[in-house]
C-alpha cells in the first residue's frame, strides 16, 4: 500500500500564496488515484489559528477515515502554555496520529517534543535548512521519532541536505521524507547510508503533484521489500498502525 507522507488540505486564512490560502484535495486526488497512492496524511495550511484549521483537516478525515490520516498543526510560540491540549483534542476526539510544525512559525519547543512524548505520536517538522536541531532532538528526546521532511530544505539547501543524510546515519529517532527534493542523488545517498527504513516517501500536495513525487522513488531502484518501506510501512510503523 502507498501511502502518502505528506500532504495539505483545507483553507489558510492567509493571502500570501497557495500555503496560506487554499489546499483543495480535489486535483491533489484525481492525480493520487492515477498514481496508486492509497491512503495520504493530511496536514492544515498555514494558519493563524491551528486549532481552527486542525477542526478543518479533522472534517475531511472523518468523511473518509479508510483514505486519510491526520496529524495536529501547532505553533509553537503562539500556541504556548497549550499545546497538550490542542494535540489532546487533536488525538482523543480527531483521532490524528501525529504532529505537525514549521520553522516559517516559530523553532520547535520542549513543549511539543514533550507532548508528542506523552502522547507516543510522530513529530514531522520542517527545519527549513536548519538541520543542526537533528542533534538536539535525538539527544534529548531519543524515545520521540521526528520526520524532517524535503530531507531538510524544501529551498534546495544542498548543504543543509547532505547534513541531515549524516543525522539519518547516525540517529535512531531521525527521518526524512521525500517531497520536493531536487537533487535526487542526495536521496540515493540517503537510503545508501541511512537505509530504506529512514525515509518516507510524501509529495507536499496538493502543490506538487504526487504522481511525480511518486516516480522519484522508483527510479531509486529499490529491492521490493525496501521500496515498500518507502513507500508506506515506514509512515504505518511510526504512527503505531
Known amino acids: 500500500m502507498i501511502i502518502d ?29 492515477r498514481a496508486g497512492i492509497a491512503r495520504t496524511v493530511l496536514l492544515a495550511a498555514f494558519h493563524s489559528d491551528y486549532a481552527q ?27 504556548r502554555g497549550r499545546v497538550r491540549a490542542l494535540v489532546r483534542v487533536a488525538v482523543e ?13 516559530a523553532r520547535i519547543s520542549r513543549e511539543v517534543c514533550e507532548t508528542a512524548r506523552f502522547f507516543r505520536l510522530p513529530v514531522l517538522y520542517d527545519v527549513t535548512g536548519e538541520v543542526a536541531v537533528a542533534e538536539l532532538l535525538a539527544s534529548q528526546f531519543p524515545d520521540v521519532n521526528f520526520i524532517l521532511p ?21 540517529h535512531r529517532n531521525i527521518y526524512a521524507d521525500s517531497a520536493g527534493v531536487r537533487r535526487f542523488d542526495l536521496l540515493e ?21 504526487p504522481g511525480v ?19 508506506g510501512q515506514n509512515l504505518l510503523r511510526l504512527i503505531g498502525h
Open 213 to 231: 513525487e511518486l516516480a522519484k522513488i522508483g527510479m531509486l531502484g529499490l529491492a521490493p521489500d525496501d521500496e515498500a518501506l518507502v513507500l
Open 93 to 105: 476526539e480527531y483521532g490524528f496520529v501525529g504532529i505537525k510544525l514549521h520553522r516559517h512559525d
Open 150 to 170: 524535503h530531507l531538510g530544505s524544501f529551498a534546495d539547501d544542498w548543504s543543509a541536505q547532505l547534513a541531515l543524510v549524516d543525522h539519518l546515519a547516525r
Open 53 to 79: 484549521a486542525n477542526r478543518s483537516v479533522a472534517r475531511i478525515v472523518a468523511a473518509d477515515p479508510g483514505r486519510f490520516y491526520g496529524f495536529a498543526f501547532v505553533h509553537a510560540q503562539r500556541d
Open 189 to 209: 545517498m540517503a537510503v545508501r547510508r541511512a537505509g530504506a527504513h529512514k525515509l518516507l516517501f510524501g509529495s507536499d500536495g496538493p502543490w506538487l503533484h
Open 5 to 33: 507522507c505528506h500532504c495539505h488540505a483545507g483553507q489558510g486564512d492567509g493571502f500570501s500564496g497557495p500555503w496560506d490560502s487554499d489546499a483543495g484535495l480535489e486535483r491533489y486526488l484525481a492525480r493520487a488515484r
